[in-house]
């Protein structure tokens, strides 16, 4: 089955469930009322409709209509041997909804098993039905002449829907048949631009006469800012090329265009060999250009909509880092017993973990703030040489401890020759915490993290490798989203905002520098980072480069 004939499929499933109720309810009063009861019949009345309407809802979130498809047959096989049991057994009017099996999946999937499915469905009612009343006789109600208003409604369904059965081919294609009716006009052009002949295409026409293009008509009703490209697909023609095609935008008459701009699209595809006739067909272009311009107003949606984004980001991060300091204040005062001692070792436990948490939450704000000012524009770096191996040994100091508790190895692996960078110390810094914080949350303990570096030419390369769980190749196009995590069973178990390599990634552009990443799951991550040694040029305030740059970031599985 082709995704279209499954999109289908799923389509022709949920418009049975949710038209079911209509069989559904009059079976339930009519059948089960003189049996269970009103309150119960009552029941089954509201019960039945909601569960098919649950039953759609799940139809239309899956992937595959295959299951839905067994699942509903199931389980009309069982209500179709419940209504025969009900209405007196297989001596009822009742049976005739057995074959509705068959015919509804040969309704669905149009194919010889879903008959085949349903054939066997509808001999398991039967055979239940029987078995029920030879088992449990008392449960067997009484034939009557009401039962056949059952098979009717049914028989109606049918009636609305027959003149559809078997249209297989055109339902797939849906649309499709009238997008191959092309729109469109067939020109014969000089190899000057002069139209030689005019006639409607095949199928259905523009809506206007061919003879107002004859002659030096098609050129005159050209948009002046159009005729440059259409010159130079007749200029390609000329020079031997065998296809030309230009996006222009024809002046109409005002009886077929209404309203002050009389201009719609079109595009001109033409064919020539040997300087001779061009053969030409003009087609409607309205369609693609609206879809651009829904295009455009969406992108510029989304840009103001990051835009208002990252301002709010930045406000609520300001709001909230003059509480967390005087909450990180306060809890280093009661821990330092500076009023008085604590008289119970949990209000020194509490403390430090007020403390601790108040550290994580204005890192994770700072972190926010800093990847708003990136993307803004305005993050402000303060280029500066000094020595390369002087970060790599802060970060090892930092974060030594951290591997340590964790029991994974961190080695330094920086030659002399490394040398001087000129570069933000700080974003430098800030790049090798938060790839070597990375690198020792999601490796194993036991495992490995080094830190390297080497100069080639007139840039730096420096890069964290580990021997952690790695990335999948499908989750590497995520990495280095803002607020974007790769998630798996491993990962699962650890706490963070997604924003470490996104601010990396951003820190990395400002310095017009590349970042890669290669990775294998089980076989570990080296994330790789080239920096220019001498810097980037800056603009004259110094906090913004000169010209716009983008870091590229290279995913390898």
């Avoid at 149009?110 to 039967?126: D, M, T």
Wanted: with cysteine; hydrophobic share 50%; glycine share 10%.
């Amino acid at each position: 089955m082709t995704a279209a004939d499954d999109r289908l499929a799923k389509r022709r499933l949920v418009g049975i469930l949710l038209l079911s109720p209509v069989l559904l309810v009059p079976a339930a009063a009519l059948l089960a009322g003189p049996r269970v009861g009103v309150p119960v019949a009552s029941a089954l009345c509201l019960l039945l409709p909601a569960l098919a309407w649950i039953g759609a809802l799940a139809v239309a979130g899956a992937r595959s209509v295959r299951p839905g498809e067994i699942a509903v047959l199931g389980a009309g096989a069982l209500l179709c041997a419940a209504m025969i049991l009900l209405a007196g057994g297989p001596a009822s009017p009742m049976l005739i909804l057995a074959a509705a099996l068959p015919v509804e999946g040969a309704w669905v999937a149009r194919s010889r098993n879903a008959v085949l499915s349903g054939v066997a469905a509808a001999a398991g009612a039967l055979a239940a039905a029987v078995l029920a009343g030879f088992a449990w006789p008392q449960a067997a109600g009484t034939v009557s002449v009401l039962h056949w208003s059952i098979p009717a409604l049914y028989a109606l369904t049918l009636a609305a829907r027959f003149p559809r059965f078997g249209r297989r081919g055109e339902e797939r294609q849906g649309g499709d048949v009238s997008a191959v009716r092309c729109v469109g006009m067939a020109l014969t052009m000089a190899p000057g631009g002069d139209v030689l002949e005019a006639a409607d295409g095949i199928h259905a026409p523009l809506g206007f006469s061919a003879a107002l293009l004859l002659g030096q008509g098609l050129f005159d009703r050209i948009h002046v800012g159009d005729r440059v490209a259409f010159l130079r697909a007749l200029d390609a023609l000329r020079a031997g090329e065998r296809y030309g095609r230009a996006e222009v935008r024809l002046r109409l008459p005002d009886d077929v265009v209404l309203g002050a701009d009389s201009f719609r699209p079109f595009v001109l595809e033409a064919f020539g060999a040997d300087g001779g006739p061009i053969a030409a067909q003009l087609h409607d272009n309205s369609e693609v250009v609206a879809l651009r311009t829904a295009l455009a107003r969406a992108e510029e949606r989304t840009e103001s909509i990051d835009i208002a984004k990252g301002r709010f980001l930045a406000a609520v991060s300001h709001e909230l880092r003059t509480p967390l300091n005087a909450i990180i204040g306060f809890s280093d005062i009661l821990l330092h017993e500076m009023f008085g001692g604590f008289t119970d070792a949990r209000q020194r436990e509490y403390s430090q973990l007020i403390k601790d948490a108040g550290h994580h939450l204005l890192s994770v704000v700072n972190a926010i703030l800093d990847v708003s000012k990136i993307e803004a524009g305005s993050y402000p770096i303060q280029p500066e040489s000094f020595a390369f191996a002087d970060a790599v040994e802060m970060c090892n100091a930092m974060m030594a401890l951290q591997a340590q508790k964790k029991g994974v190895d961190l080695r330094v692996q920086i030659p002399r020759t490394v040398g001087e960078v000129v570069a933000d110390r700080r974003a430098v810094q800030q790049i090798l915490i938060n790839l070597v914080a990375n690198a020792i949350k999601f490796t194993p303990e036991s495992g490995s993290v080094v830190i390297g570096a080497r100069r080639l030419g007139s840039r730096l390369h420096f890069w964290v490798a580990d021997t952690g769980i790695g990335i999948a190749a499908e989750d590497l196009d995520r990495i280095g989203r803002p607020f974007t995590q790769v998630r798996n069973d491993y990962t699962r178990q650890f706490e963070g905002t997604g924003l470490g390599l996104s601010l990396v990634k951003g820190l990395v552009a400002l310095h017009g520098g590349t970042m890669s990443i290669e990775s294998a799951p089980g076989e570990g991550t080296k994330v790789a980072i080239s920096l220019p040694v001498d810097g980037v040029a800056t603009s004259e305030t110094g906090n913004a480069p000169a010209e716009e740059t983008h870091g590229t970031l290279r995913k390898t599985a």
